[in-house]
Every structure is written in C-alpha cells, then in structure tokens.
C-alpha cells in the first residue's frame, strides 16, 4: 500500500513524537526534527510505502539523540494496561467460546480488539476501546479454519507490545493444526514486540517458536529482512498479520489466498485500502 496525500501529516507526528520521547535535551530535539523532517520531504512520494519513511524516521531520531529505545516508557505503560484488562476479556472471550461453540471466532476477535492499541492514543482511550466489543466488517474466519487444516507451517507477524497475551491463545490453537512461527522485531522500534519483550514476560516457551524479522521497522521491510525470516516467509503456507503496518506492506505483494490480515483500520488510507469504515476491525484473508 502505497503512502497517500494524508500520510505526510501523520509522519510530521510521528518526527515530533519519537523526538519527544527520545530526550529533553532541546538542541538534540531540533536536530533531530530538522534531519528527519529533510529526509520526510526529500523521499516522500505516492510511489514510496510508509513504513520505510517510518523506519528511517527513527533510525535518525536514535542516530541524533542516542537513545536506541524512546517508546520504552511508552511500552512499559502499555504492558502494564493491557495485563490489567486481559484477565477479564480472556474470561469473557472464554464464556463466548463455550456458548457459541466456536472458538476460533472468539480467539480472532481476542486478538483483534488488542490492536485497539495505538502509540498516538492515550491509554484511556485505548483501555474503552479494547473493552468494547468486536464485530468485523470483513469476517474470512471460516476460511482461515480451512486454510489452516491444510497448511503446514503458519507465519505469525506480531504487532504491539501489549498484543502478546492476546496473540497467545489464538497460537495455540492454531498450534492444533500446524506449525507456527511466532515473528516479533529483533530490537525496538516504536511500540512493536521484540524478543527481549516476549522473554521479559516469560511467555517465550508458551509460544514455542519465535524468530525476528531481522529488521527494527514498523511492518517489514523485505529489502533489510534477515536471510532466517525470508525463507520462513517463503516456505510457510500461511502468513497471519496482524496490524496496518504488516497490511501496508503484504498488501504490495501478490497473495494468492496466502495472507490473513487480523486489524483495526485506524487511518483513513488503510480503511479505504480495505473498503471498510473507519475503525472497523477485518479478519480478511487475501
């Protein structure tokens, strides 16, 4: 998914935001904005994809304050909200399972309210937004059940941090049916999980597999993955992903029935990619 006329203002944001939480000091704060923001006009185009601008966004922002982590604080909130509201969602989810009889729905919308999470929002926000709940405009859910009975190995592309515990259950049951790869940033970048994150939690085990892309970038960008996570890419049978960035780069891709986007369209371009409303959560398979 290529950038779109709206897509340059939220990338100012994201200069001002990462720069913000990087440091105080106000000289490296301007030489920051200043670098970041002569690369966002000189490579800003409708041919370039977002997560590209992003990830050289914050590798100048780390660069130029020498702070590897910004969103870390940012994170830790983020960890702490969500361990307060999953019990109760899980239990709930739980109780829907037993009564509708059909768990993998319930597990995908788990998973999806979860990406209610978003580093622009305020933790309010987000905590009466995952308590709601979900209802997809796009639901491919019988599909996924059937592509996964046939698939041998599953790629799953995490997002945010706090998504983990939510992810989980939905690994394990599609741990029924195959292998799963649990995929998750090799070092930080914005609010997305890393591997020091998943082994911070003690989860690691629970999810068995879990490889880096290689790259720290919102999304994927498949030009600096590592040699590992192209040929799991590759080889795997179905390529679950969740979040816009992970959609905005798939998405460029030929799909041929093999990518399962799990999203809540947050951004106006996104939605319109998808042809569903504003804020509406998909569980597509394309």
Not at 39 to 54: P, R
Not at 144 to 165: I, P, Q, S, W
Not at 251 to 268: I, P, V
Request: hydrophobic share 40%; proline share 3%.
């Amino acid at each position: 998914m290529k950038l779109a006329p709206e897509c340059y203002e939220c990338l100012q944001k994201l200069i001002r935001q990462a720069v913000y939480l990087a440091t105080d000091d106000a000289s490296l704060k301007q030489r920051a904005i200043e670098k970041a923001m002569k690369m966002l006009d000189d490579e800003f185009s409708y041919s370039q994809l977002s997560i590209i601008i992003a990830t050289k966004i914050h590798k100048i922002v780390r660069a130029v304050t020498h702070n590897h982590d910004p969103y870390r604080t940012m994170k830790e909130r983020e960890m702490a909200l969500v361990r307060e509201l999953y019990p109760d969602l899980s239990g709930r989810g739980r109780e829907q399972s037993n009564h509708y009889k059909d768990e993998l729905r319930d597990y995908l919308k788990l998973a999806a309210v979860a990406n209610a999470i978003d580093f622009f929002r305020q933790p309010a926000a987000i905590k009466e937004d995952i308590r709601k709940a979900v209802s997809f405009a796009v639901d491919d859910s019988k599909y996924l059940e059937t592509r996964l009975r046939e698939a041998g190995k599953v790629l799953y592309l995490a997002d945010n941090a706090g998504e983990l515990y939510f992810d989980l259950p939905l690994v394990k049951w599609m741990k029924q049916f195959a292998q799963v790869i649990y995929v998750v940033k090799p070092s930080p970048v914005q609010d997305d999980l890393t591997l020091e994150d998943v082994r911070e939690t003690g989860l690691e085990s629970e999810f068995g597999n879990v490889i880096s892309t290689g790259i720290a970038s919102p999304g994927i960008v498949f030009s600096l993955a590592s040699a590992q996570f192209k040929r799991e890419f590759e080889s795997a049978d179905l390529i679950f992903a969740k979040g816009m960035g992970h959609y905005e780069a798939l998405s460029e891709l030929s799909s041929e029935g093999r990518f399962f986007y799990c999203l809540k369209a947050k951004c106006k371009p996104v939605a319109k990619s998808l042809d569903v409303p504003l804020n509406s959560y998909v569980a597509m398979l394309q």
